[in-house]
C-alpha cells in the first residue's frame, strides 16, 4: 500500500519556471540540460511503480517513495522504501543508459557511450549509507531494530551491466528492474517467520517518516548565478505564453494576442514566490506584475485573501498558500 506518492520535485518545477522567463539562450540551454537529466532521474525512479503494484500481499506492505530526512547536520534520502513486519527495503534507483561497469577494486561505477567513460558515484556504497543512516534514524526514535536490505535497481532498458566482481556481491545487491518483483518475493521467503514490528509499529514508523521528510528545495537564482535582471517580469498570457498581459477593468487582457482572463496574476504571483520570496509587498507587486497603480495592486493582494503582517504601509503578503507544488 503506498503511504507516500511520488512528486515531482520542487527543484524541477522551479527550473521550468525559470526558463520560461528568461530570455538568454546560453543560459536557457544549460537549463534545459539539467532539467533533462532530472526528468530522466524522476521518470526512472516512477517506473518501478508498474512493479511494485504487482508486489504479493502488497496490502501488508508500506511503500514511501522520495523520503528526504534529517540526520544529524544533514539529509538522507530515499528514492521507494518498502516497509513491512519482518524487513525494511531500500531502493536506490538510477536510470542510466549505456555499458555499466561496476568497479568492485576502486569502488566506482563507470559508463561507456559512445566511445566516452564517465565515472558515477557508486551507487552500492550510496544505498549502504542509506541503510546506516535509517538505522540510526529507527534507533534515535526508539523503534524496534529491524532487518534493512538493500538494493540497487537500473531502470534503463538500454544498460548492459558488467563487473570485475567474482563473488558475485554486486551480482545480489544491483538487478534490473524487471528483476525486482523476484527479488522481493526471495526476501519475503527469506523473511517468512519472522515478524519484527506489529501493525501499530508499522503505522508508526510510516507516519513519522512522514512528519519528518524535508523536501529538497533550491535557491535557484542564487544556483545558477542568475540576477533579477534577467528575469522576464509581467503576466504571462495563457494563450500565447507572452507577457503582454495589460491590467484592464475587472480582468487581463493580452496584448499581442486577445486572450483575457480575470486570474491570470496568481500564477505570476507564484511564480514570484519560486524565484524570488515567499512574502510580498505592494510595490514588489506592481513592480513584478507590471502595475502603475498602487490601489490595483492592492485590491489584486486583498481579493485573494492572503495571510499577511503589518500596517497597510508596509504590509507584506503570505505567497505560499498560492503554490500547488509540494513544499
Known amino acids: 500500500m503506498i503511504k507516500k506518492v511520488r512528486l515531482k520535485p520542487i527543484y524541477m518545477n522551479k527550473i521550468q519556471l525559470l526558463m ?43 511503500v514511501l517513495h522520495d523520503l528526504r530526512i534529517p540526520h544529524e547536520s544533514t539529509f538522507f534520502q530515499i528514492d521507494t522504501l518498502i516497509l513491512n513486519h519482518a524487513y525494511i527495503l531500500i531502493i536506490e534507483v538510477k536510470n542510466i543508459s549505456g555499458n555499466l561497469f561496476f568497479d568492485h577494486t576502486f569502488n566506482q561505477l563507470l559508463r561507456t557511450k559512445n566511445g566516452i567513460e564517465e565515472p558515477f558515484q557508486d551507487p552500492i556504497a550510496q544505498v549502504e549509507r542509506q541503510k546506516y543512516q535509517l538505522e540510526h534514524w529507527l534507533s534515535k526514535n526508539k523503534f524496534p531494530s529491524v532487518p534493512i536490505e538493500t538494493l540497487v535497481v537500473m531502470t534503463h532498458s538500454q544498460s548492459v551491466l558488467k563487473t570485475n566482481d567474482m563473488s558475485s556481491r554486486i551480482s545480489k545487491k544491483v538487478i534490473h528492474s524487471v528483476q525486482l518483483l523476484d ?37 535557484v537564482m542564487e544556483r545558477y548565478k542568475i540576477s533579477k535582471e534577467m528575469i522576464i517580469k509581467g503576466v504571462q498570457c495563457e ?89
Open 183 to 219: 527479488r522481493i518475493r526471495h526476501l519475503q521467503r527469506k523473511y517468512k517467520q519472522h515478524v519484527i514490528v506489529s501493525g501499530d509499529v508499522m503505522n508508526k514508523i510510516t507516519r513519522r517518516l512522514i512528519k519528518e521528510h524535508t523536501p529538497r528545495d533550491v535557491d
Open 20 to 62: 520560461s522567463r528568461l530570455e538568454d539562450a546560453l543560459v536557457k540551454q544549460s537549463l534545459e540540460i539539467e532539467l533533462s537529466k532530472m526528468t530522466a532521474g524522476f521518470r526512472g525512479e516512477d517506473s518501478i511503480n508498474y512493479f511494485l503494484n504487482m508486489l504479493p500481499n502488497k496490502k501488508e506492505c508500506h
Open 239 to 327: 494563450g500565447c505564453l507572452g507577457f503582454e498581459m495589460i491590467k484592464g477593468h475587472g480582468s487581463w487582457r493580452c496584448s499581442k494576442c486577445g486572450h483575457t482572463s480575470k486570474k491570470a496574476h496568481i500564477k505570476a504571483l507564484k511564480d514570484y514566490s519560486m524565484l524570488y520570496h515567499s512574502t510580498i509587498n505592494n510595490q514588489q507587486a506592481r513592480d513584478f506584475l507590471l502595475v502603475n497603480s498602487i490601489s490595483i495592486a492592492s485590491k489584486l493582494l486583498v481579493s485573494m485573501n492572503l495571510p499577511y503582517t503589518g500596517t497597510f504601509k508596509d504590509r507584506k503578503y503570505d505567497l505560499r498558500t498560492l503554490l500547488d507544488v509540494e513544499s
